[in-house]
């Protein structure tokens, strides 16, 4: 009996039913991933497993794997914990029909995650054992096409508008940012950070990618801390962390150079970030000057100093207006008295990818 081929594009429940699962075939945006990768993707008690990072990829999302957390996350606001039963969105817990698995090296997620929460269409091919995603990455106008709407047709995928540039950013302000700099040949790093209220920010560091339908793909990021009086006009006087956007000038750190580009300063036994009004705002070698610093001896602190990267603040040294502000890594105190601190990991991948074309910017999420 010969039946008519049907297509459904699921939205709300997303059942697979078949004996031959390793005759299943996921298509992504019409390529055939197992073909095309050798990952493969598998069926298991009736649910499709398939790896998210062909997927995210696709839709230009960025995928992070935090080794020491077992947490694989996608543009930071999805987070998957190996082999437990719930993801994160936005950090609310959602269920998983099935935990979140490594195979060959690859990290495995119920399809049907991906349908409902990823903004991709899902449609199965019943006859043939196909899969197709639908995760285009280009921004696509389309105002036929509304997120809910069940449609059958002939088997041509559906184009879904896919997330756009403000939702890859964070919002209207950054997307405005990344938008600025995109074209302005004297900037190829940002960092965003996102303050959140308290002394709470998010942290992330892009590079300029010409590939990246967006134009920036994301290479790090980290929860941070900063300053304990919050984000705004920074002094000599408040914990305040300054809000702006800055250069970056160099970098320091008491443990070896991870591998920036940048000056790196080894931050040695004599080495000060000076308050006084004689080098005001300067990193110094005190064993090169006359001078008893009376400033932070900066290898006293322990782990916030053993990687940083020194913002392009008040360059001119004016004597009040503040100084030290640093980037560094996260200490024992939640929070710092004006610099932004994350996660060393996430700092030392930072270096790598700071340059003296890097800009960081501070602002309210
Ligand atoms: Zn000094």
């Given at each position: 009996?010969?039946?008519?081929?049907?297509?459904?594009?699921?939205?709300?429940?997303?059942?697979?039913?078949?004996?031959?699962?390793?005759?299943?075939?996921?298509?992504?945006?019409?390529?055939?991933?197992?073909?095309?990768?050798?990952?493969?993707?598998?069926?298991?008690?009736?649910?499709?497993?398939?790896?998210?990072?062909?997927?995210?990829?696709?839709?230009?999302?960025e995928?992070?794997?935090?080794?020491?957390?077992?947490?694989?996350?996608?543009?930071?606001?999805?987070?998957?914990?190996?082999?437990?039963?719930?993801?994160?969105?936005?950090?609310?817990?959602?269920?998983?029909?099935?935990?979140?698995?490594?195979?060959?090296?690859?990290?495995y997620?119920?399809?049907?995650?991906?349908s409902?929460?990823?903004?991709?269409?899902?449609e199965?091919?019943?006859?043939?054992?196909?899969?197709?995603?639908?995760?285009?990455?280009?921004?696509?106008?389309?105002?036929?096409?509304?997120?809910?709407?069940?449609?059958?047709?002939?088997?041509?995928?559906?184009?879904?508008?896919?997330?756009?540039?403000?939702?890859?950013?964070?919002?209207?302000?950054?997307?405005?940012?990344?938008?600025?700099?995109?074209?302005?040949?004297?900037?190829?790093?940002?960092?965003?950070?996102?303050?959140?209220g308290?002394?709470?920010?998010?942290?992330?560091?892009?590079?300029?990618?010409?590939?990246?339908?967006?134009?920036?793909?994301?290479?790090?990021?980290?929860?941070?801390y900063?300053?304990?009086?919050?984000?705004?006009?920074?002094?000599e006087?408040?914990?305040?962390?300054?809000?702006?956007d800055?250069?970056?000038?160099?970098?320091?750190?008491?443990?070896?150079?991870?591998?920036?580009?940048?000056?790196?300063?080894?931050?040695?036994?004599?080495?000060?970030?000076?308050?006084?009004?004689?080098?005001?705002?300067?990193?110094?070698?005190?064993?090169?000057?006359?001078?008893?610093?009376?400033?932070?001896?900066?290898?006293?602190?322990?782990?916030?100093y053993?990687?940083?990267?020194?913002?392009?603040?008040?360059?001119?040294?004016?004597?009040?207006?503040?100084?030290?502000?640093?980037?560094?890594?996260?200490g024992?105190?939640?929070?710092?008295?004006?610099?932004?601190?994350v996660?060393?990991?996430?700092?030392?991948?930072?270096?790598?990818?700071?340059?003296?074309?890097?800009r960081?910017?501070?602002?309210?999420?």
């Amino acid at each position: 009996m010969k039946r008519k081929a049907l297509v459904l594009i699921f939205t709300a429940v997303f059942f697979v039913h078949t004996a031959a699962a390793s005759e299943v075939t996921v298509m992504i945006n019409g390529k055939d991933i197992n073909a095309y990768n050798g990952i493969e993707p598998y069926i298991e008690n009736d649910i499709a497993m398939i790896p998210i990072r062909a997927v995210a990829k696709n839709m230009g999302a960025e995928v992070l794997w935090n080794r020491e957390t077992r947490e694989v996350s996608v543009n930071d606001d999805i987070v998957f914990q190996i082999d437990k039963q719930y993801a994160y969105i936005n950090n609310e817990p959602v269920k998983l029909d099935m935990p979140a698995v490594i195979v060959d090296g690859y990290t495995y997620v119920p399809l049907r995650f991906v349908s409902e929460n990823m903004g991709a269409k899902v449609e199965w091919n019943g006859e043939k054992d196909i899969i197709n995603i639908c995760a285009d990455k280009s921004p696509v106008n389309n105002a036929t096409i509304s997120s809910g709407t069940i449609s059958e047709n002939a088997g041509n995928s559906n184009t879904v508008p896919a997330a756009s540039d403000e939702n890859y950013f964070g919002g209207r302000k950054w997307s405005a940012i990344a938008e600025k700099y995109k074209n302005d040949a004297s900037v190829d790093k940002l960092i965003f950070v996102k303050y959140k209220g308290d002394w709470d920010a998010d942290v992330i560091m892009y590079t300029k990618d010409a590939d990246n339908a967006h134009g920036w793909t994301k290479v790090a990021s980290s929860s941070a801390y900063v300053g304990k009086d919050g984000i705004g006009e920074a002094s000599e006087y408040v914990s305040v962390t300054p809000e702006g956007d800055f250069g970056i000038t160099a970098a320091f750190g008491i443990k070896e150079n991870p591998g920036t580009q940048l000056n790196y300063i080894d931050v040695t036994d004599s080495i000060y970030a000076c308050g006084d009004r004689e080098y005001y705002n300067k990193i110094i070698d005190t064993s090169k000057l006359d001078h008893k610093c009376s400033g932070e001896h900066m290898i006293e602190y322990v782990p916030e100093y053993n990687y940083g990267l020194v913002l392009g603040y008040n360059n001119d040294g004016i004597y009040g207006k503040g100084s030290a502000f640093f980037l560094h890594c996260k200490g024992k105190k939640p929070y710092t008295g004006g610099c932004i601190a994350v996660d060393e990991d996430t700092m030392i991948q930072m270096l790598k990818y700071a340059n003296s074309d890097t800009r960081i910017c501070i602002y309210n999420e």
